[in-house]
């Protein structure tokens, strides 16, 4: 009974900064180059192929804790198209989910030459997810109907829509990720059937040798009209063996829950730190991030630590076809 309770409440509190798990939460692990997990548009933004491959885990103290493991592959086709494929696994307590999407993007040269980054592209996802709740270790002294005993499982088709705009040093994404409003009917009580969410996000890096990149990511759930942003800070340092890099991450929530302690009531809002650090050597790409949930009230004192892993290949002129210090398209 104790496991299943602290499953409960693991639940309730991930979904605060996972949106109901409902496809890939969105992280900070698009920070690692990674953007193309987020929008679709940016499958093949580069002129090769990208792999990445992320894991995170939260709350090593405590059983059953959220840990996510995604793999993403994209690539370049011809002048104008780029395509690509994801997996990933996420599970929380007894739910877990499964699923694939499969990603065609079509880029358009907007002026210049090949060497001239002004670009817009547009994007779509498609994918099954398989969502499972595993019941078999309920147990209830007085039987409850609305407990199976079994693992149930079930799928669901839905489709993502992205689009980018790339100009140089400047780039904005926007996206509407679960665009059909399908539901999973996986639990005995209605369900909603509007898993919309909202992104936007607009960025630009500064200087040569040593970069800055300042951006912002907002996102909206659109059933619950929960709303966040993420206000990031990166700084790139060109060095003898490729570039090593680090930022700064900082999410909040416009809305806050009200909680009583002390017989005093409080408002608070979803507050996270994410520092994160990479490198990049020849054609492997590594970060780390870790984030810190701030407030009075918290589940657990740890953490949420996520790593990436990417490898890049397939660029000509030595990854640098694009005159402008732009990572997501020069690697």
């Known amino acids: 009974m104790r496991r299943i309770l602290t499953s409960l409440i693991i639940a309730l509190g991930f979904s605060t900064f996972a949106k109901a798990q409902e496809g890939i939460p969105v992280y900070f692990d698009y920070l690692a180059d990674n953007y193309y997990l987020v929008y679709p548009s940016m499958a093949g933004i580069a002129e090769g192929t990208k792999i990445r491959l992320t894991a995170r885990k939260q709350w090593f103290s405590v059983d059953e804790a959220p840990n996510l493991q995604t793999f993403n592959i994209n690539s370049r086709v011809g002048e104008r198209s780029g395509i690509g494929g994801i997996l990933f696994n996420d599970s929380n307590g007894y739910h877990s989910q499964t699923g694939f999407k499969g990603t065609y993007a079509h880029h358009l040269q907007l002026g210049g030459d090949f060497r001239t980054l002004n670009q817009l592209s547009l994007g779509l996802s498609a994918g099954i997810i398989l969502s499972s709740l595993d019941e078999t270790e309920f147990r209830s002294v007085i039987p409850d109907p609305a ?185």
Not at 152 to 166: I, K, P
Not at 180 to 198: K, V
Request: aromatic content about 18%; some cysteine.
């Open 147 to 331: 407990v199976t005993g079994v693992k149930n499982t079930t799928s669901y088709f839905n489709v993502d829509l992205g689009a980018s705009y790339n100009l140089f040093e400047f780039y904005a994404h926007a996206a509407i990720l679960n665009v059909l409003g399908s539901g999973r009917d996986l639990y005995s009580a209605a369900e909603f059937d509007n898993l919309r969410r909202y992104l936007f996000s607009v960025g630009y890096v500064f200087g040569s040798k040593t970069r800055i990149e300042p951006s912002i990511l907002f996102q909206m759930t659109d059933f619950t009209k929960e709303k966040t942003v993420d206000l990031n800070a990166k700084v790139y340092r060109d060095v003898s063996f490729g570039t090593i890099w680090g930022g700064l991450s900082y999410r909040r929530s416009f809305d806050g829950a009200q909680y009583q302690s002390n017989a005093q009531f409080g408002e608070q809002r979803l507050q996270l730190f994410t520092p994160i650090v990479g490198v990049n050597v020849n054609r492997f790409l590594f970060s780390y991030n870790y984030s810190y949930q701030s407030g009075d009230i918290r589940f657990d004192n740890g953490g949420f630590h996520q790593i990436t892993i990417g490898y890049d290949f397939g660029q000509s002129d030595d990854g640098k076809r694009y005159d402008c210090y732009c990572p997501a398209a020069n690697n």
